[in-house]
């Protein structure tokens, strides 16, 4: 293999990059994903697989999914007037958006710390990206700064995350709707923790230039890859052009058509762990020195005194626990840690592990 070839072939910015890096997790407590810690009761599984048994796998799945569709309307109560299209993932929709927005200089915007995603995907469709820095106090959305970059970039697209990862906050309404009167271009609601916080964006697509972007995976079918776009259908009849056919399984068609029919049952486990969530809170800003940020979706977003974030981490994988590190992620995440709610018990052996790792008698 010729690495010059490969030098005058691929992108610079490409071969700069680190693959996404996901960590080993066999056997751990796994508290850095976002995922839900519940698995199906054997009850369900079994109707579950029945269901599966029907799935011709020799065929090409429905390109449309159209019974999934029905079943996130119904689940979702989706008005009729707005079309739905379906993500292999929402990452696959943050693709097909600023794919079909890539026009020569167009500019990709959020406000940041983001999901990272945002700018990546940037990157690999060679657009340029701009992130305009939340308030340092409390990761509320700077006005005034997101106004004068819209009013200097003008973008192609705006990304807001409400509930945000990774600092769990949700912005202020008239902030939002001040950058989406001032935006030239598309504004995304990223709904990813919806099934964590009251309320939803939803009404906002009374403007022509708002799209709601939603995932199964948080609620609790993150194996699944299932994202959606809620919006006008002239905006998502353009960018169905750029999904690649067929691209949710029969798998993932068939799973999903059944996991909402028994939506209740997954908003039923997403409201146990966002009752969790609040102890688990409390009990983290008990320990000396962490200060823990108000959270709206299913992970707490914490900044230890300085220096100690890293140390925490690695000491905490040591015991089992695996955590996402963002010190380093981003200027205003310096010393912090985003942990997502497990299981009771999982809650429990983070807790206890941080205790003795800082050597507290509790
Ligand atoms: C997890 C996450 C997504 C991606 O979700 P998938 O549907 O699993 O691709 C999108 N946006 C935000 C803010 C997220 O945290």
């Given amino acids: 293999m010729s690495n010059s070839l490969i030098e005058t072939l691929v992108r610079p910015e490409i071969r700069a990059l680190n693959a996404y890096h996901v960590p080993p997790a066999t056997g751990m407590v796994k508290l850095d994903a976002m995922e839900n810690p519940y698995a199906w009761g054997a009850e369900l599984k079994t109707a579950w697989l ?8 020799n065929r090409y799945p429905d390109p449309q999914g159209t019974v999934v569709k029905q079943g996130l309307r119904a689940a979702m109560d989706i008005a009729p007037e707005f079309d739905l299209l379906l993500g292999n993932g929402s990452d696959e929709i943050i693709q097909i958006i600023i794919m079909a927005l890539a026009r ?79 935006t030239p ?51 998502l009849h353009e960018f169905d052009k750029l999904r690649l056919p067929y691209n949710i399984s029969v798998l993932t068609q068939a799973s999903a058509a059944f996991a909402l029919e028994h939506y209740g049952y997954f908003l039923e486990q997403a409201g146990r762990i966002r009752a969790d969530r609040a102890g688990l809170m409390q009990a983290l800003a008990a320990l000396p020195g962490w200060t823990v ?49 497990g299981a009771p018990e999982e809650n429990a052996r983070l807790l206890a592990a941080l205790r003795d790792i800082l050597n507290l008698d509790l």
């Avoid at 029945?50 to 796998?57: G, I, K, M, S, Y």
């Avoid at 995304?188 to 403007?207: C, K, N, Q, W």
């Avoid at 799209?211 to 948080?218: D, E, G, L």
């Fill in 104 to 182: 020569s200089g167009a500019v990709v915007l959020a406000a940041e710390p983001a999901f990272v995603m945002y700018k990546m995907i940037a990157l690999f469709a060679g657009v340029k990206y701009v992130g305009v820095p939340l308030r340092a106090e409390d990761f509320s959305l700077d006005g005034p700064a997101m106004l004068a970059a819209i009013a200097a970039e003008k973008p192609a697209v705006v990304f807001l995350a409400e509930p945000n990862n990774p600092t769990g906050n949700k912005y202020d309404r008239k902030v939002v709707e001040a950058i989406i009167a001032a």
């Fill in 293 to 341: 940020f108000p959270s709206e979706a299913n992970f707490i977003l914490t900044r230890l005194p300085a220096g100690q974030a890293r140390l925490v981490f690695e000491a905490l994988k040591q015991e089992g626990v695996l955590i996402k590190c963002l010190d380093g992620a981003h200027p205003l995440l310096q010393d912090c840690l985003r942990i997502t709610v």
């Fill in 50 to 57: 029945a269901r599966l048994q029907e799935v011709d796998v």
């Fill in 185 to 235: 271009g598309l504004v995304v609601m990223d709904e990813a923790y919806l099934p964590f916080t009251d309320g939803d964006s939803l009404d906002l697509l009374r403007h022509d230039n708002v799209v709601v972007m939603r995932t199964v995976s948080k609620l609790g079918l993150a194996g699944l890859r299932l994202g959606l776009l809620i919006g006008a259908p002239a905006w």
